[in-house]
């Protein structure tokens, strides 16, 4: 029982509107397959032209199907062009998307393209903070750094971290010039 001179609780942090964005909301849904065209070369150096082409249209492209797809070479080998829009023309039919590098590489350029095109409307002068934790996640560095960028003009301060311990990253300044 409360006493009658004690106030209630209040969740400041709730009533303080500040947004806060959770990176893994940004993070690709779809799991990552792997395609190392090292499998595919003699001696694992060196593409022979007409044994590639024979291995793509015997292989099982319909395993990657909903799939993000990452094609990369794991040894040393001069891998051409032609030989990845190969890959790229059998996977596209069925994999969700289909990448040319390894899994960092994948996400940096998929940040990147999310938030190229995010609405920033609902960020409009807003006192956001971008979620430290991400529940095991990958998020890296280049996702923060494209959505702070992509904030700073619209948003009216920018933090890092939980909103009950945040880093300051961004103020605009009270005359409003950037």
């Known amino acids: ?17 500040l947004i806060t964005i959770k990176m893994e909301q940004f993070f690709p849904e779809a799991p990552i397959a792997h395609f ?3 499998d595919y070369l003699f001696k694992a150096l060196l593409l022979k032209e007409k044994d590639f082409r024979a291995a793509m249209q015997a292989h099982d492209w319909e395993q990657y ?20 829009m190969l890959i790229a023309s059998y996977a596209a039919p069925f994999a969700e998307d289909v990448f040319a590098g390894q899994p960092e590489d994948y996400y940096r350029a998929h940040f990147t393209k999310v938030f ?31 959505l702070t960028k992509r904030l700073r003009p619209i948003a009216k301060s920018i933090m890092f971290g939980e909103p009950c311990s945040t ?4 103020k605009k300044p009270k005359n409003n010039t950037p």
């Open 36 to 38: 190392d065209i090292k």
């Open 65 to 84: 199907k909903g799939k993000i797809l990452l094609a990369y070479c794991s040894s040393d080998a001069i891998i051409p062009m032609w030989a990845y």
């Open 1 to 17: 029982m409360s006493h009658p001179t004690e106030k209630p609780l209040v969740n400041r942090i709730a009533n303080s509107g």
């Open 167 to 170: 880093v300051p990253i961004y």
């Open 116 to 146: 190229s095109s995010l609405d920033l409307a609902p960020y409009q002068d807003g006192r956001i903070i971008l979620k430290g934790c991400t529940e095991g996640k990958p998020i890296p560095p280049q996702a923060y750094l494209e």
